[in-house]
């Protein structure tokens, strides 16, 4: 029987531990999507708890709480944070099958030396241990630990960069830290808030947002200022991917409804989303960034538990109606609009992966080698099973050696783990198809197809200026 977790941990073949261990695992992390706070980065935050920089923003172990029965109060509460943690741990026993469990044990592992798994028994002890290494560790001393070359937050448009800035100019850090473009405030026009943010933008670019040619002047404004700051790629977060007829009167209609504080009709708003998103994919080709698209997610779904939380603290799901079918449309406007940039696409429903490989496939060329990429198993499907689902079928329908691999798409410096998760997978699937007879056994190129994957595609295809 092997050991729970060991340096094998995942490897069911001599071809898949040698790839692993002679290969991906000494590559340094590019994490390409994170949600990370870079305030903390410049400021180079310091944890007073494992608590804080475990369970503090993590919506993930969150939803294991509230299924295990924890009251809100240990989860999002003002419980003491040895409680919390308690109450985690004695959760984490039960999680057989989740990847958190997994996830959770190798922050332990390679954060703080604790190889035992977390118990309700052990939990104290743990906690004290963690504590009393968090007193010599930072939020850089993490991303240094793991390796971390390079990594984009998120950021909206009507941001000032301030912390950006304040990273740049700092001789001390060791990685890199991009910008990333989310305009979703700006295009999501049926959201709540949207006037708001629309007088926000105004006053940020300094002139009056009267209709949508002057929402995509704001945009562009913005993106000029996020390239002036090393911006390489921007983010759209869609509930499902829309395409509608882009009509300019349409948009302009769904414009005043909601300046008015009403909420367009669908047609119209969906004019308008992809007005403005086919105008921003030209601008985004022209600057040579990336655009990534995210579909597929039912969003704030426990309307009290929203209205006291607010987003992003557990209540999504997973949307049947993704809007799959929309991307085909959407993309041949980028194309006809002499815009289609470098894209990556993803959706939080897995049945879309052969749609998305399938679509993406008909809008790869113009010379550039993997153009078009399908994401990495994105949020609900980044587990074990779902990472082999995306690699396999984006390998039968397309050119897995191409692919960009993995990202945290986290709020934590403990999850870059997540990328150690994930080379596990795709060295366990590779040696199985090596082991099975249907790659050759050419260790050369086998090493630089898992190297590549780890780590050189990504470098290559967002033009981060790393080592």
């Known amino acids: 029987m092997k050991k729970f977790m060991d340096e094998d941990f995942l490897l069911s073949t001599d071809t898949a531990k040698w790839l692993y261990h002679e290969v991906a695992e000494g590559l340094p992390i590019i994490d390409y999507h994170c949600h990370i706070n870079p305030g903390e980065i410049a400021e180079d935050r310091k944890f007073q708890n494992i608590t804080e920089v475990w369970l503090g923003k993590d919506h993930y172990k969150w939803r294991v709480m509230r299924a295990a029965g924890v009251p809100e109060e240990k989860i999002t ?71 971390v070359k390079a990594l984009c937050t998120t950021d909206d448009p009507a941001d ?13 850090m060791s990685a890199k830290v991009y910008p990333a473009f989310r305009p979703d405030k700006a295009i999501n026009i049926e959201k709540s808030g949207f006037a708001e943010y629309i007088g926000r933008l105004s006053e940020v670019c300094g002139f009056e947002i009267t209709g ?52 367009p009709p669908k047609e119209e708003a969906d004019a308008y989303k992809t007005v403005v998103t086919i105008a921003c994919a030209k601008k985004y080709a022209e600057m040579n960034w990336v655009m990534q698209i995210h579909f597929g997610c039912l969003r704030d779904n426990h309307k009290p538990q929203f209205a006291k939380l607010g987003p992003d603290t557990g209540y999504d799901a997973v949307n049947s109606r993704s809007g799959v079918e929309n991307l085909a449309p959407l993309l041949n406007a980028f194309s006809e609009n002499e815009g289609l940039p470098k894209m990556i696409l993803y959706s939080l429903n897995p049945a879309d992966n052969t749609a998305i490989a399938t679509i993406m496939a008909c809008f790869q060329g113009g010379g550039v080698m993997g153009r078009m990429q399908q994401g990495s198993a994105w949020w609900f499907n980044d587990h074990r099973p779902g990472i082999r689902a995306q690699l396999t079928d984006l390998a039968s329908n397309g050119v897995l050696g191409l692919f960009v691999g993995m990202l945290t798409d986290s709020r934590s410096f403990l999850s870059y783990t997540r990328h150690e998760y994930f ?7 590779v040696g199985e198809w090596v082991e099975s007879g249907q790659y050759p056994e050419d260790k050369e190129q086998l090493a630089k197809l898992i190297a590549d994957l780890s780590y050189y595609n990504t470098k290559d295809f967002f033009g981060f200026d790393v080592s």
């Open 77 to 147: 509460g003002t419980a003491n944070a040895r409680e919390r943690f308690r109450a985690f741990a004695e959760t984490m026993p039960r999680l057989i099958g989740n990847p958190i469990y997994h996830w959770s044990h190798l922050e332990l592992q390679r954060g703080f030396g604790i190889t035992e798994p977390l118990t309700r028994d052990n939990a104290d002890r743990i906690y004290d241990r963690c504590n009393e290494i968090l007193k010599g560790c930072s939020a850089r001393q993490f991303i240094e630990t793991f390796d």
């Open 160 to 172: 000032d960069l301030q912390w950006h800035e304040k990273i740049a100019e700092d001789e001390t």
């Open 212 to 263: 949508v040619e002057d929402v995509i002047k704001a945009l562009f404004n913005r993106m000029d200022y996020f390239d002036a700051h090393g911006c390489l790629c921007a983010d759209h977060g869609l509930d499902y991917c829309m395409y509608g007829r882009p009509d300019m009167e349409w948009a302009g209609e769904a414009f005043e409804a909601a300046m008015e504080g009403r909420r």
């Open 423 to 429: 080379r596990r997978v795709l060295c366990e699937l």
